[in-house]
């Protein structure tokens, strides 16, 4: 596999896709979750190999925060 192709950053709309979730839910876990994300200028840019561990250490889970009722 090529370095280059294999460590490139991914925006929040490529990280979304990949997570399978809408971009605000990416704005929501970066402040709530401390999701790894790394700002440039004004946009939030994210390593895959980091959310992957994010992921598997369960720190993306479900938190103590209340849900708005519907």
């Known amino acids: 596999m090529n370095n280059v192709t294999s ?5 929040v709309d490529e990280i979304a896709a990949y997570l399978g ?3 605000y839910t990416i704005y929501k876990w970066i402040e709530r979750k401390n999701m790894p994300a790394h700002k440039v200028d004004s946009l939030w840019e994210f390593r895959k ?4 561990e994010w992921v598997r250490s ?3 889970g ?4 209340k849900r708005k009722p519907r």
Do not use: P, Q, T
Not at 7 to 11: A, G, I, N, V
Not at 49 to 52: F, K, P, Q
């Open 7 to 11: 460590d490139r950053w991914l925006s």
């Open 21 to 23: 979730v809408k971009r």
């Open 49 to 52: 190999e980091e959310i992957d």
């Open 58 to 60: 369960g720190r993306a």
């Open 62 to 65: 479900h938190s103590n925060e």
